[in-house]
């Protein structure tokens, strides 16, 4: 007995669509398998520091609660945190070597200055603020 053509044609149809689902989900599987045993070969890897130096951090620290008190003591608000100060510190230090005008610099601490200030319940302007981080900087800090 033979098979009618379009019988024939629906079968292959059937196969070949049964054989690309299993291709699909071997190779969801596949991809997936992989994945779990990179996240868990992550988990198991240690990674280690040390730090570059203490001495310089200490320094660095110590700079920065001299430039911090300094400010403070101007009626700075304390709303800055350390590491910003310190960045804030080593930008108008490096600005200062580099033969920058105050001016320049002044408008660059506007940002930071005019933040305090909005915070300092009158009594800093913007501009004040951002005198006081820079002549705090140039005898505090630098």
């Known amino acids: 007995m033979s ?3 379009s019988l024939r044609r629906g079968l292959r149809s059937v196969t070949a ?17 992989p994945a779990a045993s990179d996240s868990a070969a992550a988990a198991t890897e240690t990674v280690t520091t040390t730090p570059a130096s203490e001495p310089a951090t200490t320094a660095s620290d110590a700079r920065t609660a001299r430039y911090a008190r300094a400010v403070l003591a101007g009626g700075f608000p304390p709303v800055v945190p350390d590491p910003t100060l310190f960045a804030v510190g080593e930008g108008v230090c490096r ?5 920058t005008p105050d001016a320049v610099v002044l408008e660059q601490l506007r940002p930071v200055s005019d933040y305090a200030a909005s915070l300092s319940g009158g009594a800093l302007t913007g501009e004040s603020a951002a005198q006081l981080l820079l002549s705090a900087a140039r005898t505090d800090f630098c």
């Open 95 to 99: 600005q200062l070597a580099a033969g």
């Open 3 to 5: 098979t009618p053509t």
């Open 17 to 33: 669509g049964v054989i690309g689902a299993v291709g699909i989900v071997s190779s969801v599987t596949a991809c997936g398998a």
